[in-house]
């Protein structure tokens, strides 16, 4: 998609600390990152989000998951991470290219969220 910011990463267009990629997939580090380990999972195809994700996604999804632990070990998080999938306006998504944030490092990241 030729106006979104992570499609121009896959592209190489923008620079980006990359750090697994495969035919599928592009894992690279958060610009801003929120906890030691902060990475970002990408399908290398355009997906806007989980809500526009359909059948013909499950195979990289699933591919996304099941690099998860790996990703976060070799980053530096080897006891567990945590992921998160921002969707949507409610769920608060900045960049409308579908992203897995893997975040963790050497110390529990914190609770989840506020309870309301
Ligand atoms: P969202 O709120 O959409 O789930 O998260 C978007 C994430 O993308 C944020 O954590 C933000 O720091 C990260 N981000 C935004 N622009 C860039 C960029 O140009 N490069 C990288 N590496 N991360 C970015
Ligand atoms: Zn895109």
């Known amino acids: 998609m030729s106006d979104c910011l992570f499609c121009k990463i896959v592209e190489g267009k923008i620079p980006a600390q990359k750090v697994?990629?495969?035919?599928?997939?592009l894992a690279f580090k958060d610009?801003?990152?929120i906890?030691?380990?902060h990475v970002l999972?990408?399908?290398k195809k355009h997906i806007t989000s989980l809500a526009t994700a359909g059948a013909e996604d499950v195979l990289?999804?699933?591919k996304i998951l099941a690099k998860?632990?790996?990703i976060a070990v070799s980053q530096g998080s080897p006891?567990?991470?945590r992921v998160i999938i921002n969707t949507g306006r409610v769920g608060q998504q900045e960049v409308p290219h579908l992203h897995v944030h893997i975040v963790?490092?050497?110390d529990p990241v914190g609770p989840m969220l506020k309870r309301i």
């Open 41 to 43: 999972v990408i399908p």
């Open 20 to 25: 697994y990629e495969d035919e599928d997939i």
């Open 31 to 33: 610009i801003s990152p």
């Open 104 to 106: 963790g490092g050497p």
């Open 68 to 70: 998860a632990n790996e």
């Open 60 to 62: 990289v999804l699933g």
């Open 35 to 37: 906890r030691p380990v």
């Open 79 to 81: 006891d567990g991470f």
